[in-house]
């Protein structure tokens, strides 16, 4: 069943009676306080309806025929009758100075929107709209030792002289001499919590996160109010420190620990990983010399040599933003070839916006694995190309 055009009267209904409601902030909320719903099972219900709102006004019949959705989730999603702490909880983000993004909004960061499992939600203090600008995130151990931290103070200064936005995780060490760097230089920065938006960790850092948002920057999480510093919290928001930035620079790390594994998320994410050499025998050289070893990092002795890669990524996006505003009759090079069904519905599929692989396959109802061969010949013809986080798009 196509429930987006079943539901379309609803749509046009909502959408004339209440102009004044700001979407879909409620919904989304809602959807995180259900048990048996975790990311991918609300991108499954998101998918199928033309607004989120509509997801609390479908039928028993019309949940379960939704792929992923089993009659215990259609009968918690039927039942759902918590809007009053749904309230409570936007009240105290309003108290708390905060405010909520979500993955439908327009101004989502459209890096953060590639990657394979972005937050669908993110509270957020201070200015949303550095959330989607040009960055590097600069990440390293707590124990950065002074080299690391000259490292991390000296690349931030100088790219935010070069109007990069920096982002980092606001712990001890690498973290905040990197955001400290940055507010002193007059730039923007970043800060991505492992705990709740109101709990900031360490809370020697409270003044610095105050200084971040003072000066045009951000301090965001996409942990609910209250959330604890829990170790395994970490890892988990990582994620978005690389997926937000165009590349990730190690400055000082051991083999194992955050920046390692921010490293490896920028490196699944398809971004580019810089990493600052340490001399040999230096505890923090063993993870970063070792990334430069495996061919896993770029080994960078000054800012020209981050610089030399980010632009290349700056200038495909404006020409990717070009060619968006010119004809979509000149884009669509797969109209005038002769493919097969599939091509054909490919094509189609991703004419009506880019799609990560994964919903792609999802939307042409075929495993993955079968997909893959086609998407590589329709790129190797010239009729659609893979961006960042295995996304892809028409040309």
């Not at 004339?16 to 048990?35: C, G, I, M, S, W």
């Not at 997801?55 to 792929?67: A, D, P, Q, W, Y």
Request: proline fraction near 4%; charge should be negative; hydrophobic fraction near 35%.
């Amino acid at each position: 069943m196509n429930l987006k055009k079943s539901s379309g009267r609803n749509y046009k209904k909502l959408n004339q009676q209440e102009k004044t409601y700001k979407p879909p902030v409620r919904e989304f909320v809602a959807l995180h306080l259900l048990d048996n719903l975790g990311a991918q099972r609300i991108r499954l219900l998101l998918q199928a309806v033309e607004h989120p709102q509509l997801i609390f006004r479908l039928e028993r019949h019309e949940l379960e025929s939704i792929r992923g959705i089993g009659p215990k989730t259609a009968e918690e999603v039927l039942g759902f009758n918590e809007w009053d702490k749904v309230d409570r909880i936007l009240e105290k983000t309003e108290r708390t100075g905060a405010q909520i993004m979500t993955y439908w909004d327009d101004d989502y960061p459209h890096l953060l929107r590639e990657i394979y499992d972005p937050p669908l939600m993110l509270w957020i203090k201070g200015n949303r709209s550095v959330l989607d600008t040009d960055a590097i995130s600069i990440v390293g151990t707590r124990r950065v030792g002074n080299y690391g931290k000259k490292m991390a103070q000296k690349f931030a200064k100088e790219l935010v002289d070069h109007d990069l936005t920096i982002i980092s995780g606001l712990a001890y060490g690498t973290d905040g001499a990197a955001h400290q760097a940055t507010v002193d230089a007059g730039g923007k920065t970043v800060a991505v919590l492992g705990s709740g938006i109101d709990w900031i960790y360490p809370s020697d850092h409270k003044g610095l996160a105050k200084q971040i948002i003072e000066t045009g920057g951000a301090v965001i999480s996409e942990f609910p109010l209250g959330t604890a510093p829990e170790m395994g919290n970490f890892p988990v928001r990582n994620r978005i420190v690389s997926g937000m930035s165009l590349g990730t620079l190690v400055v000082a790390s051991g083999l194992e620990g955050g920046s390692m594994i921010t490293a490896k998320s920028a490196l699944d994410q398809n971004r580019e990983v810089f990493v600052i050499p340490h001399p040999v025998g230096h505890p923090n050289a063993i993870g970063c010399n070792s990334l430069i070893k495996r061919g896993m990092g770029k080994l960078v002795q000054n800012v020209e040599d981050v610089l030399t890669e980010i632009h290349v990524h700056i200038k495909e996006k404006e020409t990717e933003s070009d060619s968006a505003d010119t004809p979509r009759s000149s884009q669509n090079k797969w109209e005038s070839m002769e493919l097969d069904n599939l091509s054909t519905s490919i094509c189609e599929v991703l004419d009506e916006q880019s799609l990560h692989i994964d919903h792609l396959a999802e939307r042409l109802e075929i495993e993955t694995h079968k997909l893959m061969p086609k998407l590589l010949e329709l790129e190797m013809q010239g009729a659609i190309r893979q961006t960042a986080g295995k996304n892809f798009e028409l040309l």
